[in-house]
């Protein structure tokens, strides 16, 4: 059972990898996978994609998903 994790931008910098691969074990919805991925609280404002569809960082995870995690989008 895992979940496959990606990062990108200033998170991929900020983990030091791109890509993951986590035991599902106890995940159960996207904050989890980020806490599990990065040892880490997770940052309200991050956007979160749960097999490429944009999700609340609360949403259910299941084995097998792709969660991405990308910093939030600043405009200016």
Same mark, same amino acid.
């Given at each position: 059972?895992?979940?496959?994790?990606?990062?990108?931008?200033?998170?991929?910098?900020?983990?030091?990898?791109?890509?993951?691969?986590?035991?599902?074990?106890?995940?159960?919805?996207?904050?989890?996978?980020?806490?599990?991925?990065?040892?880490?609280?997770?940052?309200?404002?991050?956007?979160?994609?749960?097999?490429? =569809?944009?999700?609340?960082?609360?949403?259910?995870?299941?084995?097998?998903? =792709?969660?991405?995690?990308?910093?939030?989008?600043?405009?200016?």
């Amino acid at each position: 059972m895992s979940i496959n994790v990606r990062f990108f931008a200033s998170l991929k910098e900020r983990i030091g990898s791109a890509a993951l691969e986590i035991d599902a074990q106890g995940i159960t919805t996207a904050r989890d996978v980020w806490t599990s991925a990065s040892g880490q609280e997770a940052d309200e404002e991050m956007l979160v994609a749960i097999n490429k =569809e944009y999700a609340a960082l609360d949403r259910t995870v299941a084995d097998g998903d =792709e969660v991405a995690f990308f910093p939030p989008v600043t405009g200016g």
